[in-house]
């Protein structure tokens, strides 16, 4: 699909073109697919063995022609990150990621009482529980420091990271309507819609949100949600892999304090959004 130059700001305009001339080479593909072998033009840490397992495909890093700042929906963002987190909206891509989200669902069901696959603990919940990891590598998990670990939120779970985020699942919706879609054109079907709308629809479907004058209206239920999603993600992908699991002990110091502020961060963000 040409890209409009009018329709969005000059640096999205240079992506999409890269994107178009890249899927006229493989024009029978499923768009995700492309999505995913696209890590190779973002960085180097899109492009690892990490992420054949969350997103289906390990690419060997080439350059980092997506490595750059652009705009949709009004919201500047990382565009090797959006592109990262949209190829993780879709299960499998092959064998070995299917296993491993079959794996963390069932794992997740065993250890917190809910199944989330790959794609609950990457994009926006990932972005918010990871500096939760760095905080416990820095100081432990005996001492609750709010300061330090806003300081963290801020760094590594911003605006510009979350926006990068609720886009992919934006454009992921898309896809998962239209296989086929030519990328570009689901990337600008996003940039048409008010990023306000994308907020609430991605509240709505990702946690069940309800609106009462265009303000979550069972704030109890979403919070719990995303808390939940945080806690498994934790649980799997650190307590799991550093024989913590059975240290109930270890849970119960500052990690429900820590998990409370991760999600009112990420919380504070999408209330700003839903107002604009």
């Known amino acids: 699909m040409a ?11 240079k992506m999409l073109r890269f994107i178009d001339a ?41 350059a980092g022609e997506l490595d750059a700042t652009a705009c949709i929906s009004g919201q500047s963002l990382d565009f090797a990150h959006f592109i990262a987190s949209l190829s993780d909206q879709a299960w499998g891509g092959n064998l070995a990621s299917a296993v491993s989200d079959s ?26 529980a990871q500096p939760i990891e760095i905080y416990l590598d820095q100081h432990g998990s005996d001492d609750y ?15 510009a ?7 992919a699942y934006q454009v992921g919706r898309h896809l998962a309507k239209s296989p086929y879609m030519a990328l570009s054109e689901a990337i600008l079907a996003a940039n048409a819609i008010p990023y306000s709308e994308i907020v609430r629809g991605y509240l709505t479907q ?13 704030r109890p239920v979403v919070t ?3 808390y939940q999603r945080i806690r498994a993600y934790l649980l ?41």
């Open 22 to 62: 890249y899927e006229q080479q493989q024009p029978d593909r499923h768009t995700i697919d492309t999505a995913r072998s696209l890590r190779a033009y973002t960085r180097s840490a899109y492009a690892n063995r990490f992420w054949e397992l969350v997103a289906g495909d390990h690419p060997e890093f080439v």
């Open 103 to 128: 794996l963390l669902w069932l794992a997740s069901k065993a250890i917190s009482g809910r199944g989330f696959d790959s794609r609950e603990y990457t994009a926006a919940i990932g972005d918010t």
């Open 206 to 218: 990702a946690f069940g949100a309800t609106f009462t004058q265009g303000q979550i209206s069972n």
């Open 224 to 226: 719990t949600r995303i």
């Open 3 to 13: 890209t409009n130059p009018t329709s969005t700001d000059a640096t999205l305009a």
């Open 161 to 167: 990271d979350y926006a990068a985020d609720l886009l």
């Open 236 to 276: 799997i992908k650190r307590d799991a892999l550093r024989t913590s699991l059975l240290n109930r002990t270890y849970w119960k110091q500052v990690r429900p304090a820590l998990m409370q502020q991760a999600t009112e961060h990420f919380l504070v963000y999408l209330d700003a959004h839903l107002a604009n």
């Open 145 to 159: 420091q709010p300061a330090a670990l806003a300081e963290l939120l801020t760094r590594f779970a911003s605006d």
